[in-house]
């Protein structure tokens, strides 16, 4: 549910950056949410009103009036949803006291927060993300979003792609990628 970076299961972005990690280059406090995301679904019986809420959405042809609607409700109904207070509690203890950077892995920044629960309600808006209009068509006919990993990590004020430890990290992974860093760390690992 809720690891630091090293005792996180190894899968893609996080696997990357344990794997940096180990090899001694410098990686962000990261937190990894995995199973948080689906928990806080079923808690709030979230499957069940969002089949609803897009019913007659996608039949013969997409009705784009309803689509907007639907996605704008589910956005709605995420925000509004609520994580157990021992799981937001768990989460705030986890993180550092730093400005914090909320994402999914393998994808761009969400959101840089000034705090641990501000961190928390970006949480939320990054998981509510998932319906947005552009991102429910790109997995149509698929409704339910797919499990990925969200991260926390403590970040400085900038993050820049570094080409000089982009190469040594692709020595280290094997394969060619691009590292973002910020305040000297590795944030990001991309292709």
């Known amino acids: 549910m809720i690891f630091s970076l090293e005792k996180a299961p190894t899968l893609g972005e996080v696997g990357q950056l344990q794997r940096l990690k180990a090899a001694g280059v410098a990686v962000a406090d990261t937190t990894v949410l995995l199973g948080l995301e689906t928990e ?3 808690l709030g019986n979230l499957a069940e009103q969002l ?7 996608f039949g013969a042809r997409l009705d784009e009036e309803k689509l907007e ?8 109904l995420l925000r509004e949803s609520y994580m ?12 550092p006291s730093r400005q914090l950077l909320v994402r999914y892995a393998a994808e761009p920044p969400f959101s840089l927060e000034v705090g641990k629960q501000e961190a928390l309600w970006a949480l939320k808006r990054l998981w509510a ?8 068509l790109d997995r149509a006919p698929e409704l339910a979003p797919p ?9 400085g004020n900038g993050l820049d792609l570094d080409d000089a430890l982009s190469e040594r990290a692709s020595q280290i992974l094997g394969e060619a990628v691009r590292v973002w860093v910020s305040s000297g760390q590795v944030v990001r690992v991309g292709g």
Do not use: C, H, M
């Open 69 to 76: 609607a639907a996605s704008t409700q589910a956005e709605k």
């Open 129 to 136: 993300s998932r319906w947005q209009v552009d991102a429910v």
């Open 147 to 155: 499990e990925v990993p969200s991260l926390i990590q403590a970040v």
């Open 51 to 57: 089949n609803r809420t897009f019913a007659g959405v």
């Open 40 to 42: 806080f679904y079923q």
């Open 84 to 95: 157990l207070p021992e799981r937001s509690d768990a989460v705030k203890a986890a993180l």
